[in-house]
């Protein structure tokens, strides 16, 4: 009777093997895989903020703010600046006020032409690699 129930016993462990292998691969990709998206995410996030804050700084610099920082790197935005003058008004990261509901009315610069009330919005976007290369 062992004699018979020998193969079905070998097909039993292979398909138990099968099994934890495929959960052993389903852990790797929870512990491993699904972090490194967060974390990609997150470094999005700051590239971002940082080729927004180099822009902000160039921005300054042709407008010939005087700039307490020699580098683009080392400039940190102030989410709102009005010139001496009283020219030119810079917001950096600031929600917008409209008359209707908008989902994402962040701009990350705004400037206001005081005189004649006019506003530049600057949105920034930074494309994935797998997007460049497709195009």
């Not at 398909?15 to 929870?30: C, E, Q, V, Y």
């Not at 509901?101 to 530049?120: A, F, G, H, V, W």
Request: aromatic share 8%.
């Amino acid at each position: 009777m062992s004699e018979k129930l020998a193969p079905l016993i070998r097909k039993l462990r292979s398909i138990i093997i099968i099994i934890i292998i495929i959960i052993i691969i389903i852990i790797i990709i929870i512990i491993i895989i699904i972090p490194c998206q967060i974390f990609a995410k997150e470094q999005y996030i700051k590239i971002h903020y940082r080729m927004c804050a180099q822009l902000h700084f160039n921005i300054y610099k042709e407008m010939r703010v005087k700039l307490d920082k020699k580098q683009w790197y080392d400039h940190v935005p102030k989410s709102f600046e009005t010139r001496p003058e009283g020219k030119v008004t810079t917001f950096y990261k600031q929600h917008v006020q409209t008359n209707r509901t908008i989902p994402n009315n962040k701009s990350e610069i705004l400037i206001r032409d005081n005189k004649q009330d006019t506003y530049m919005f600057i949105n920034v976007a930074i494309p994935g690699d797998r997007n460049v290369i497709k195009k």
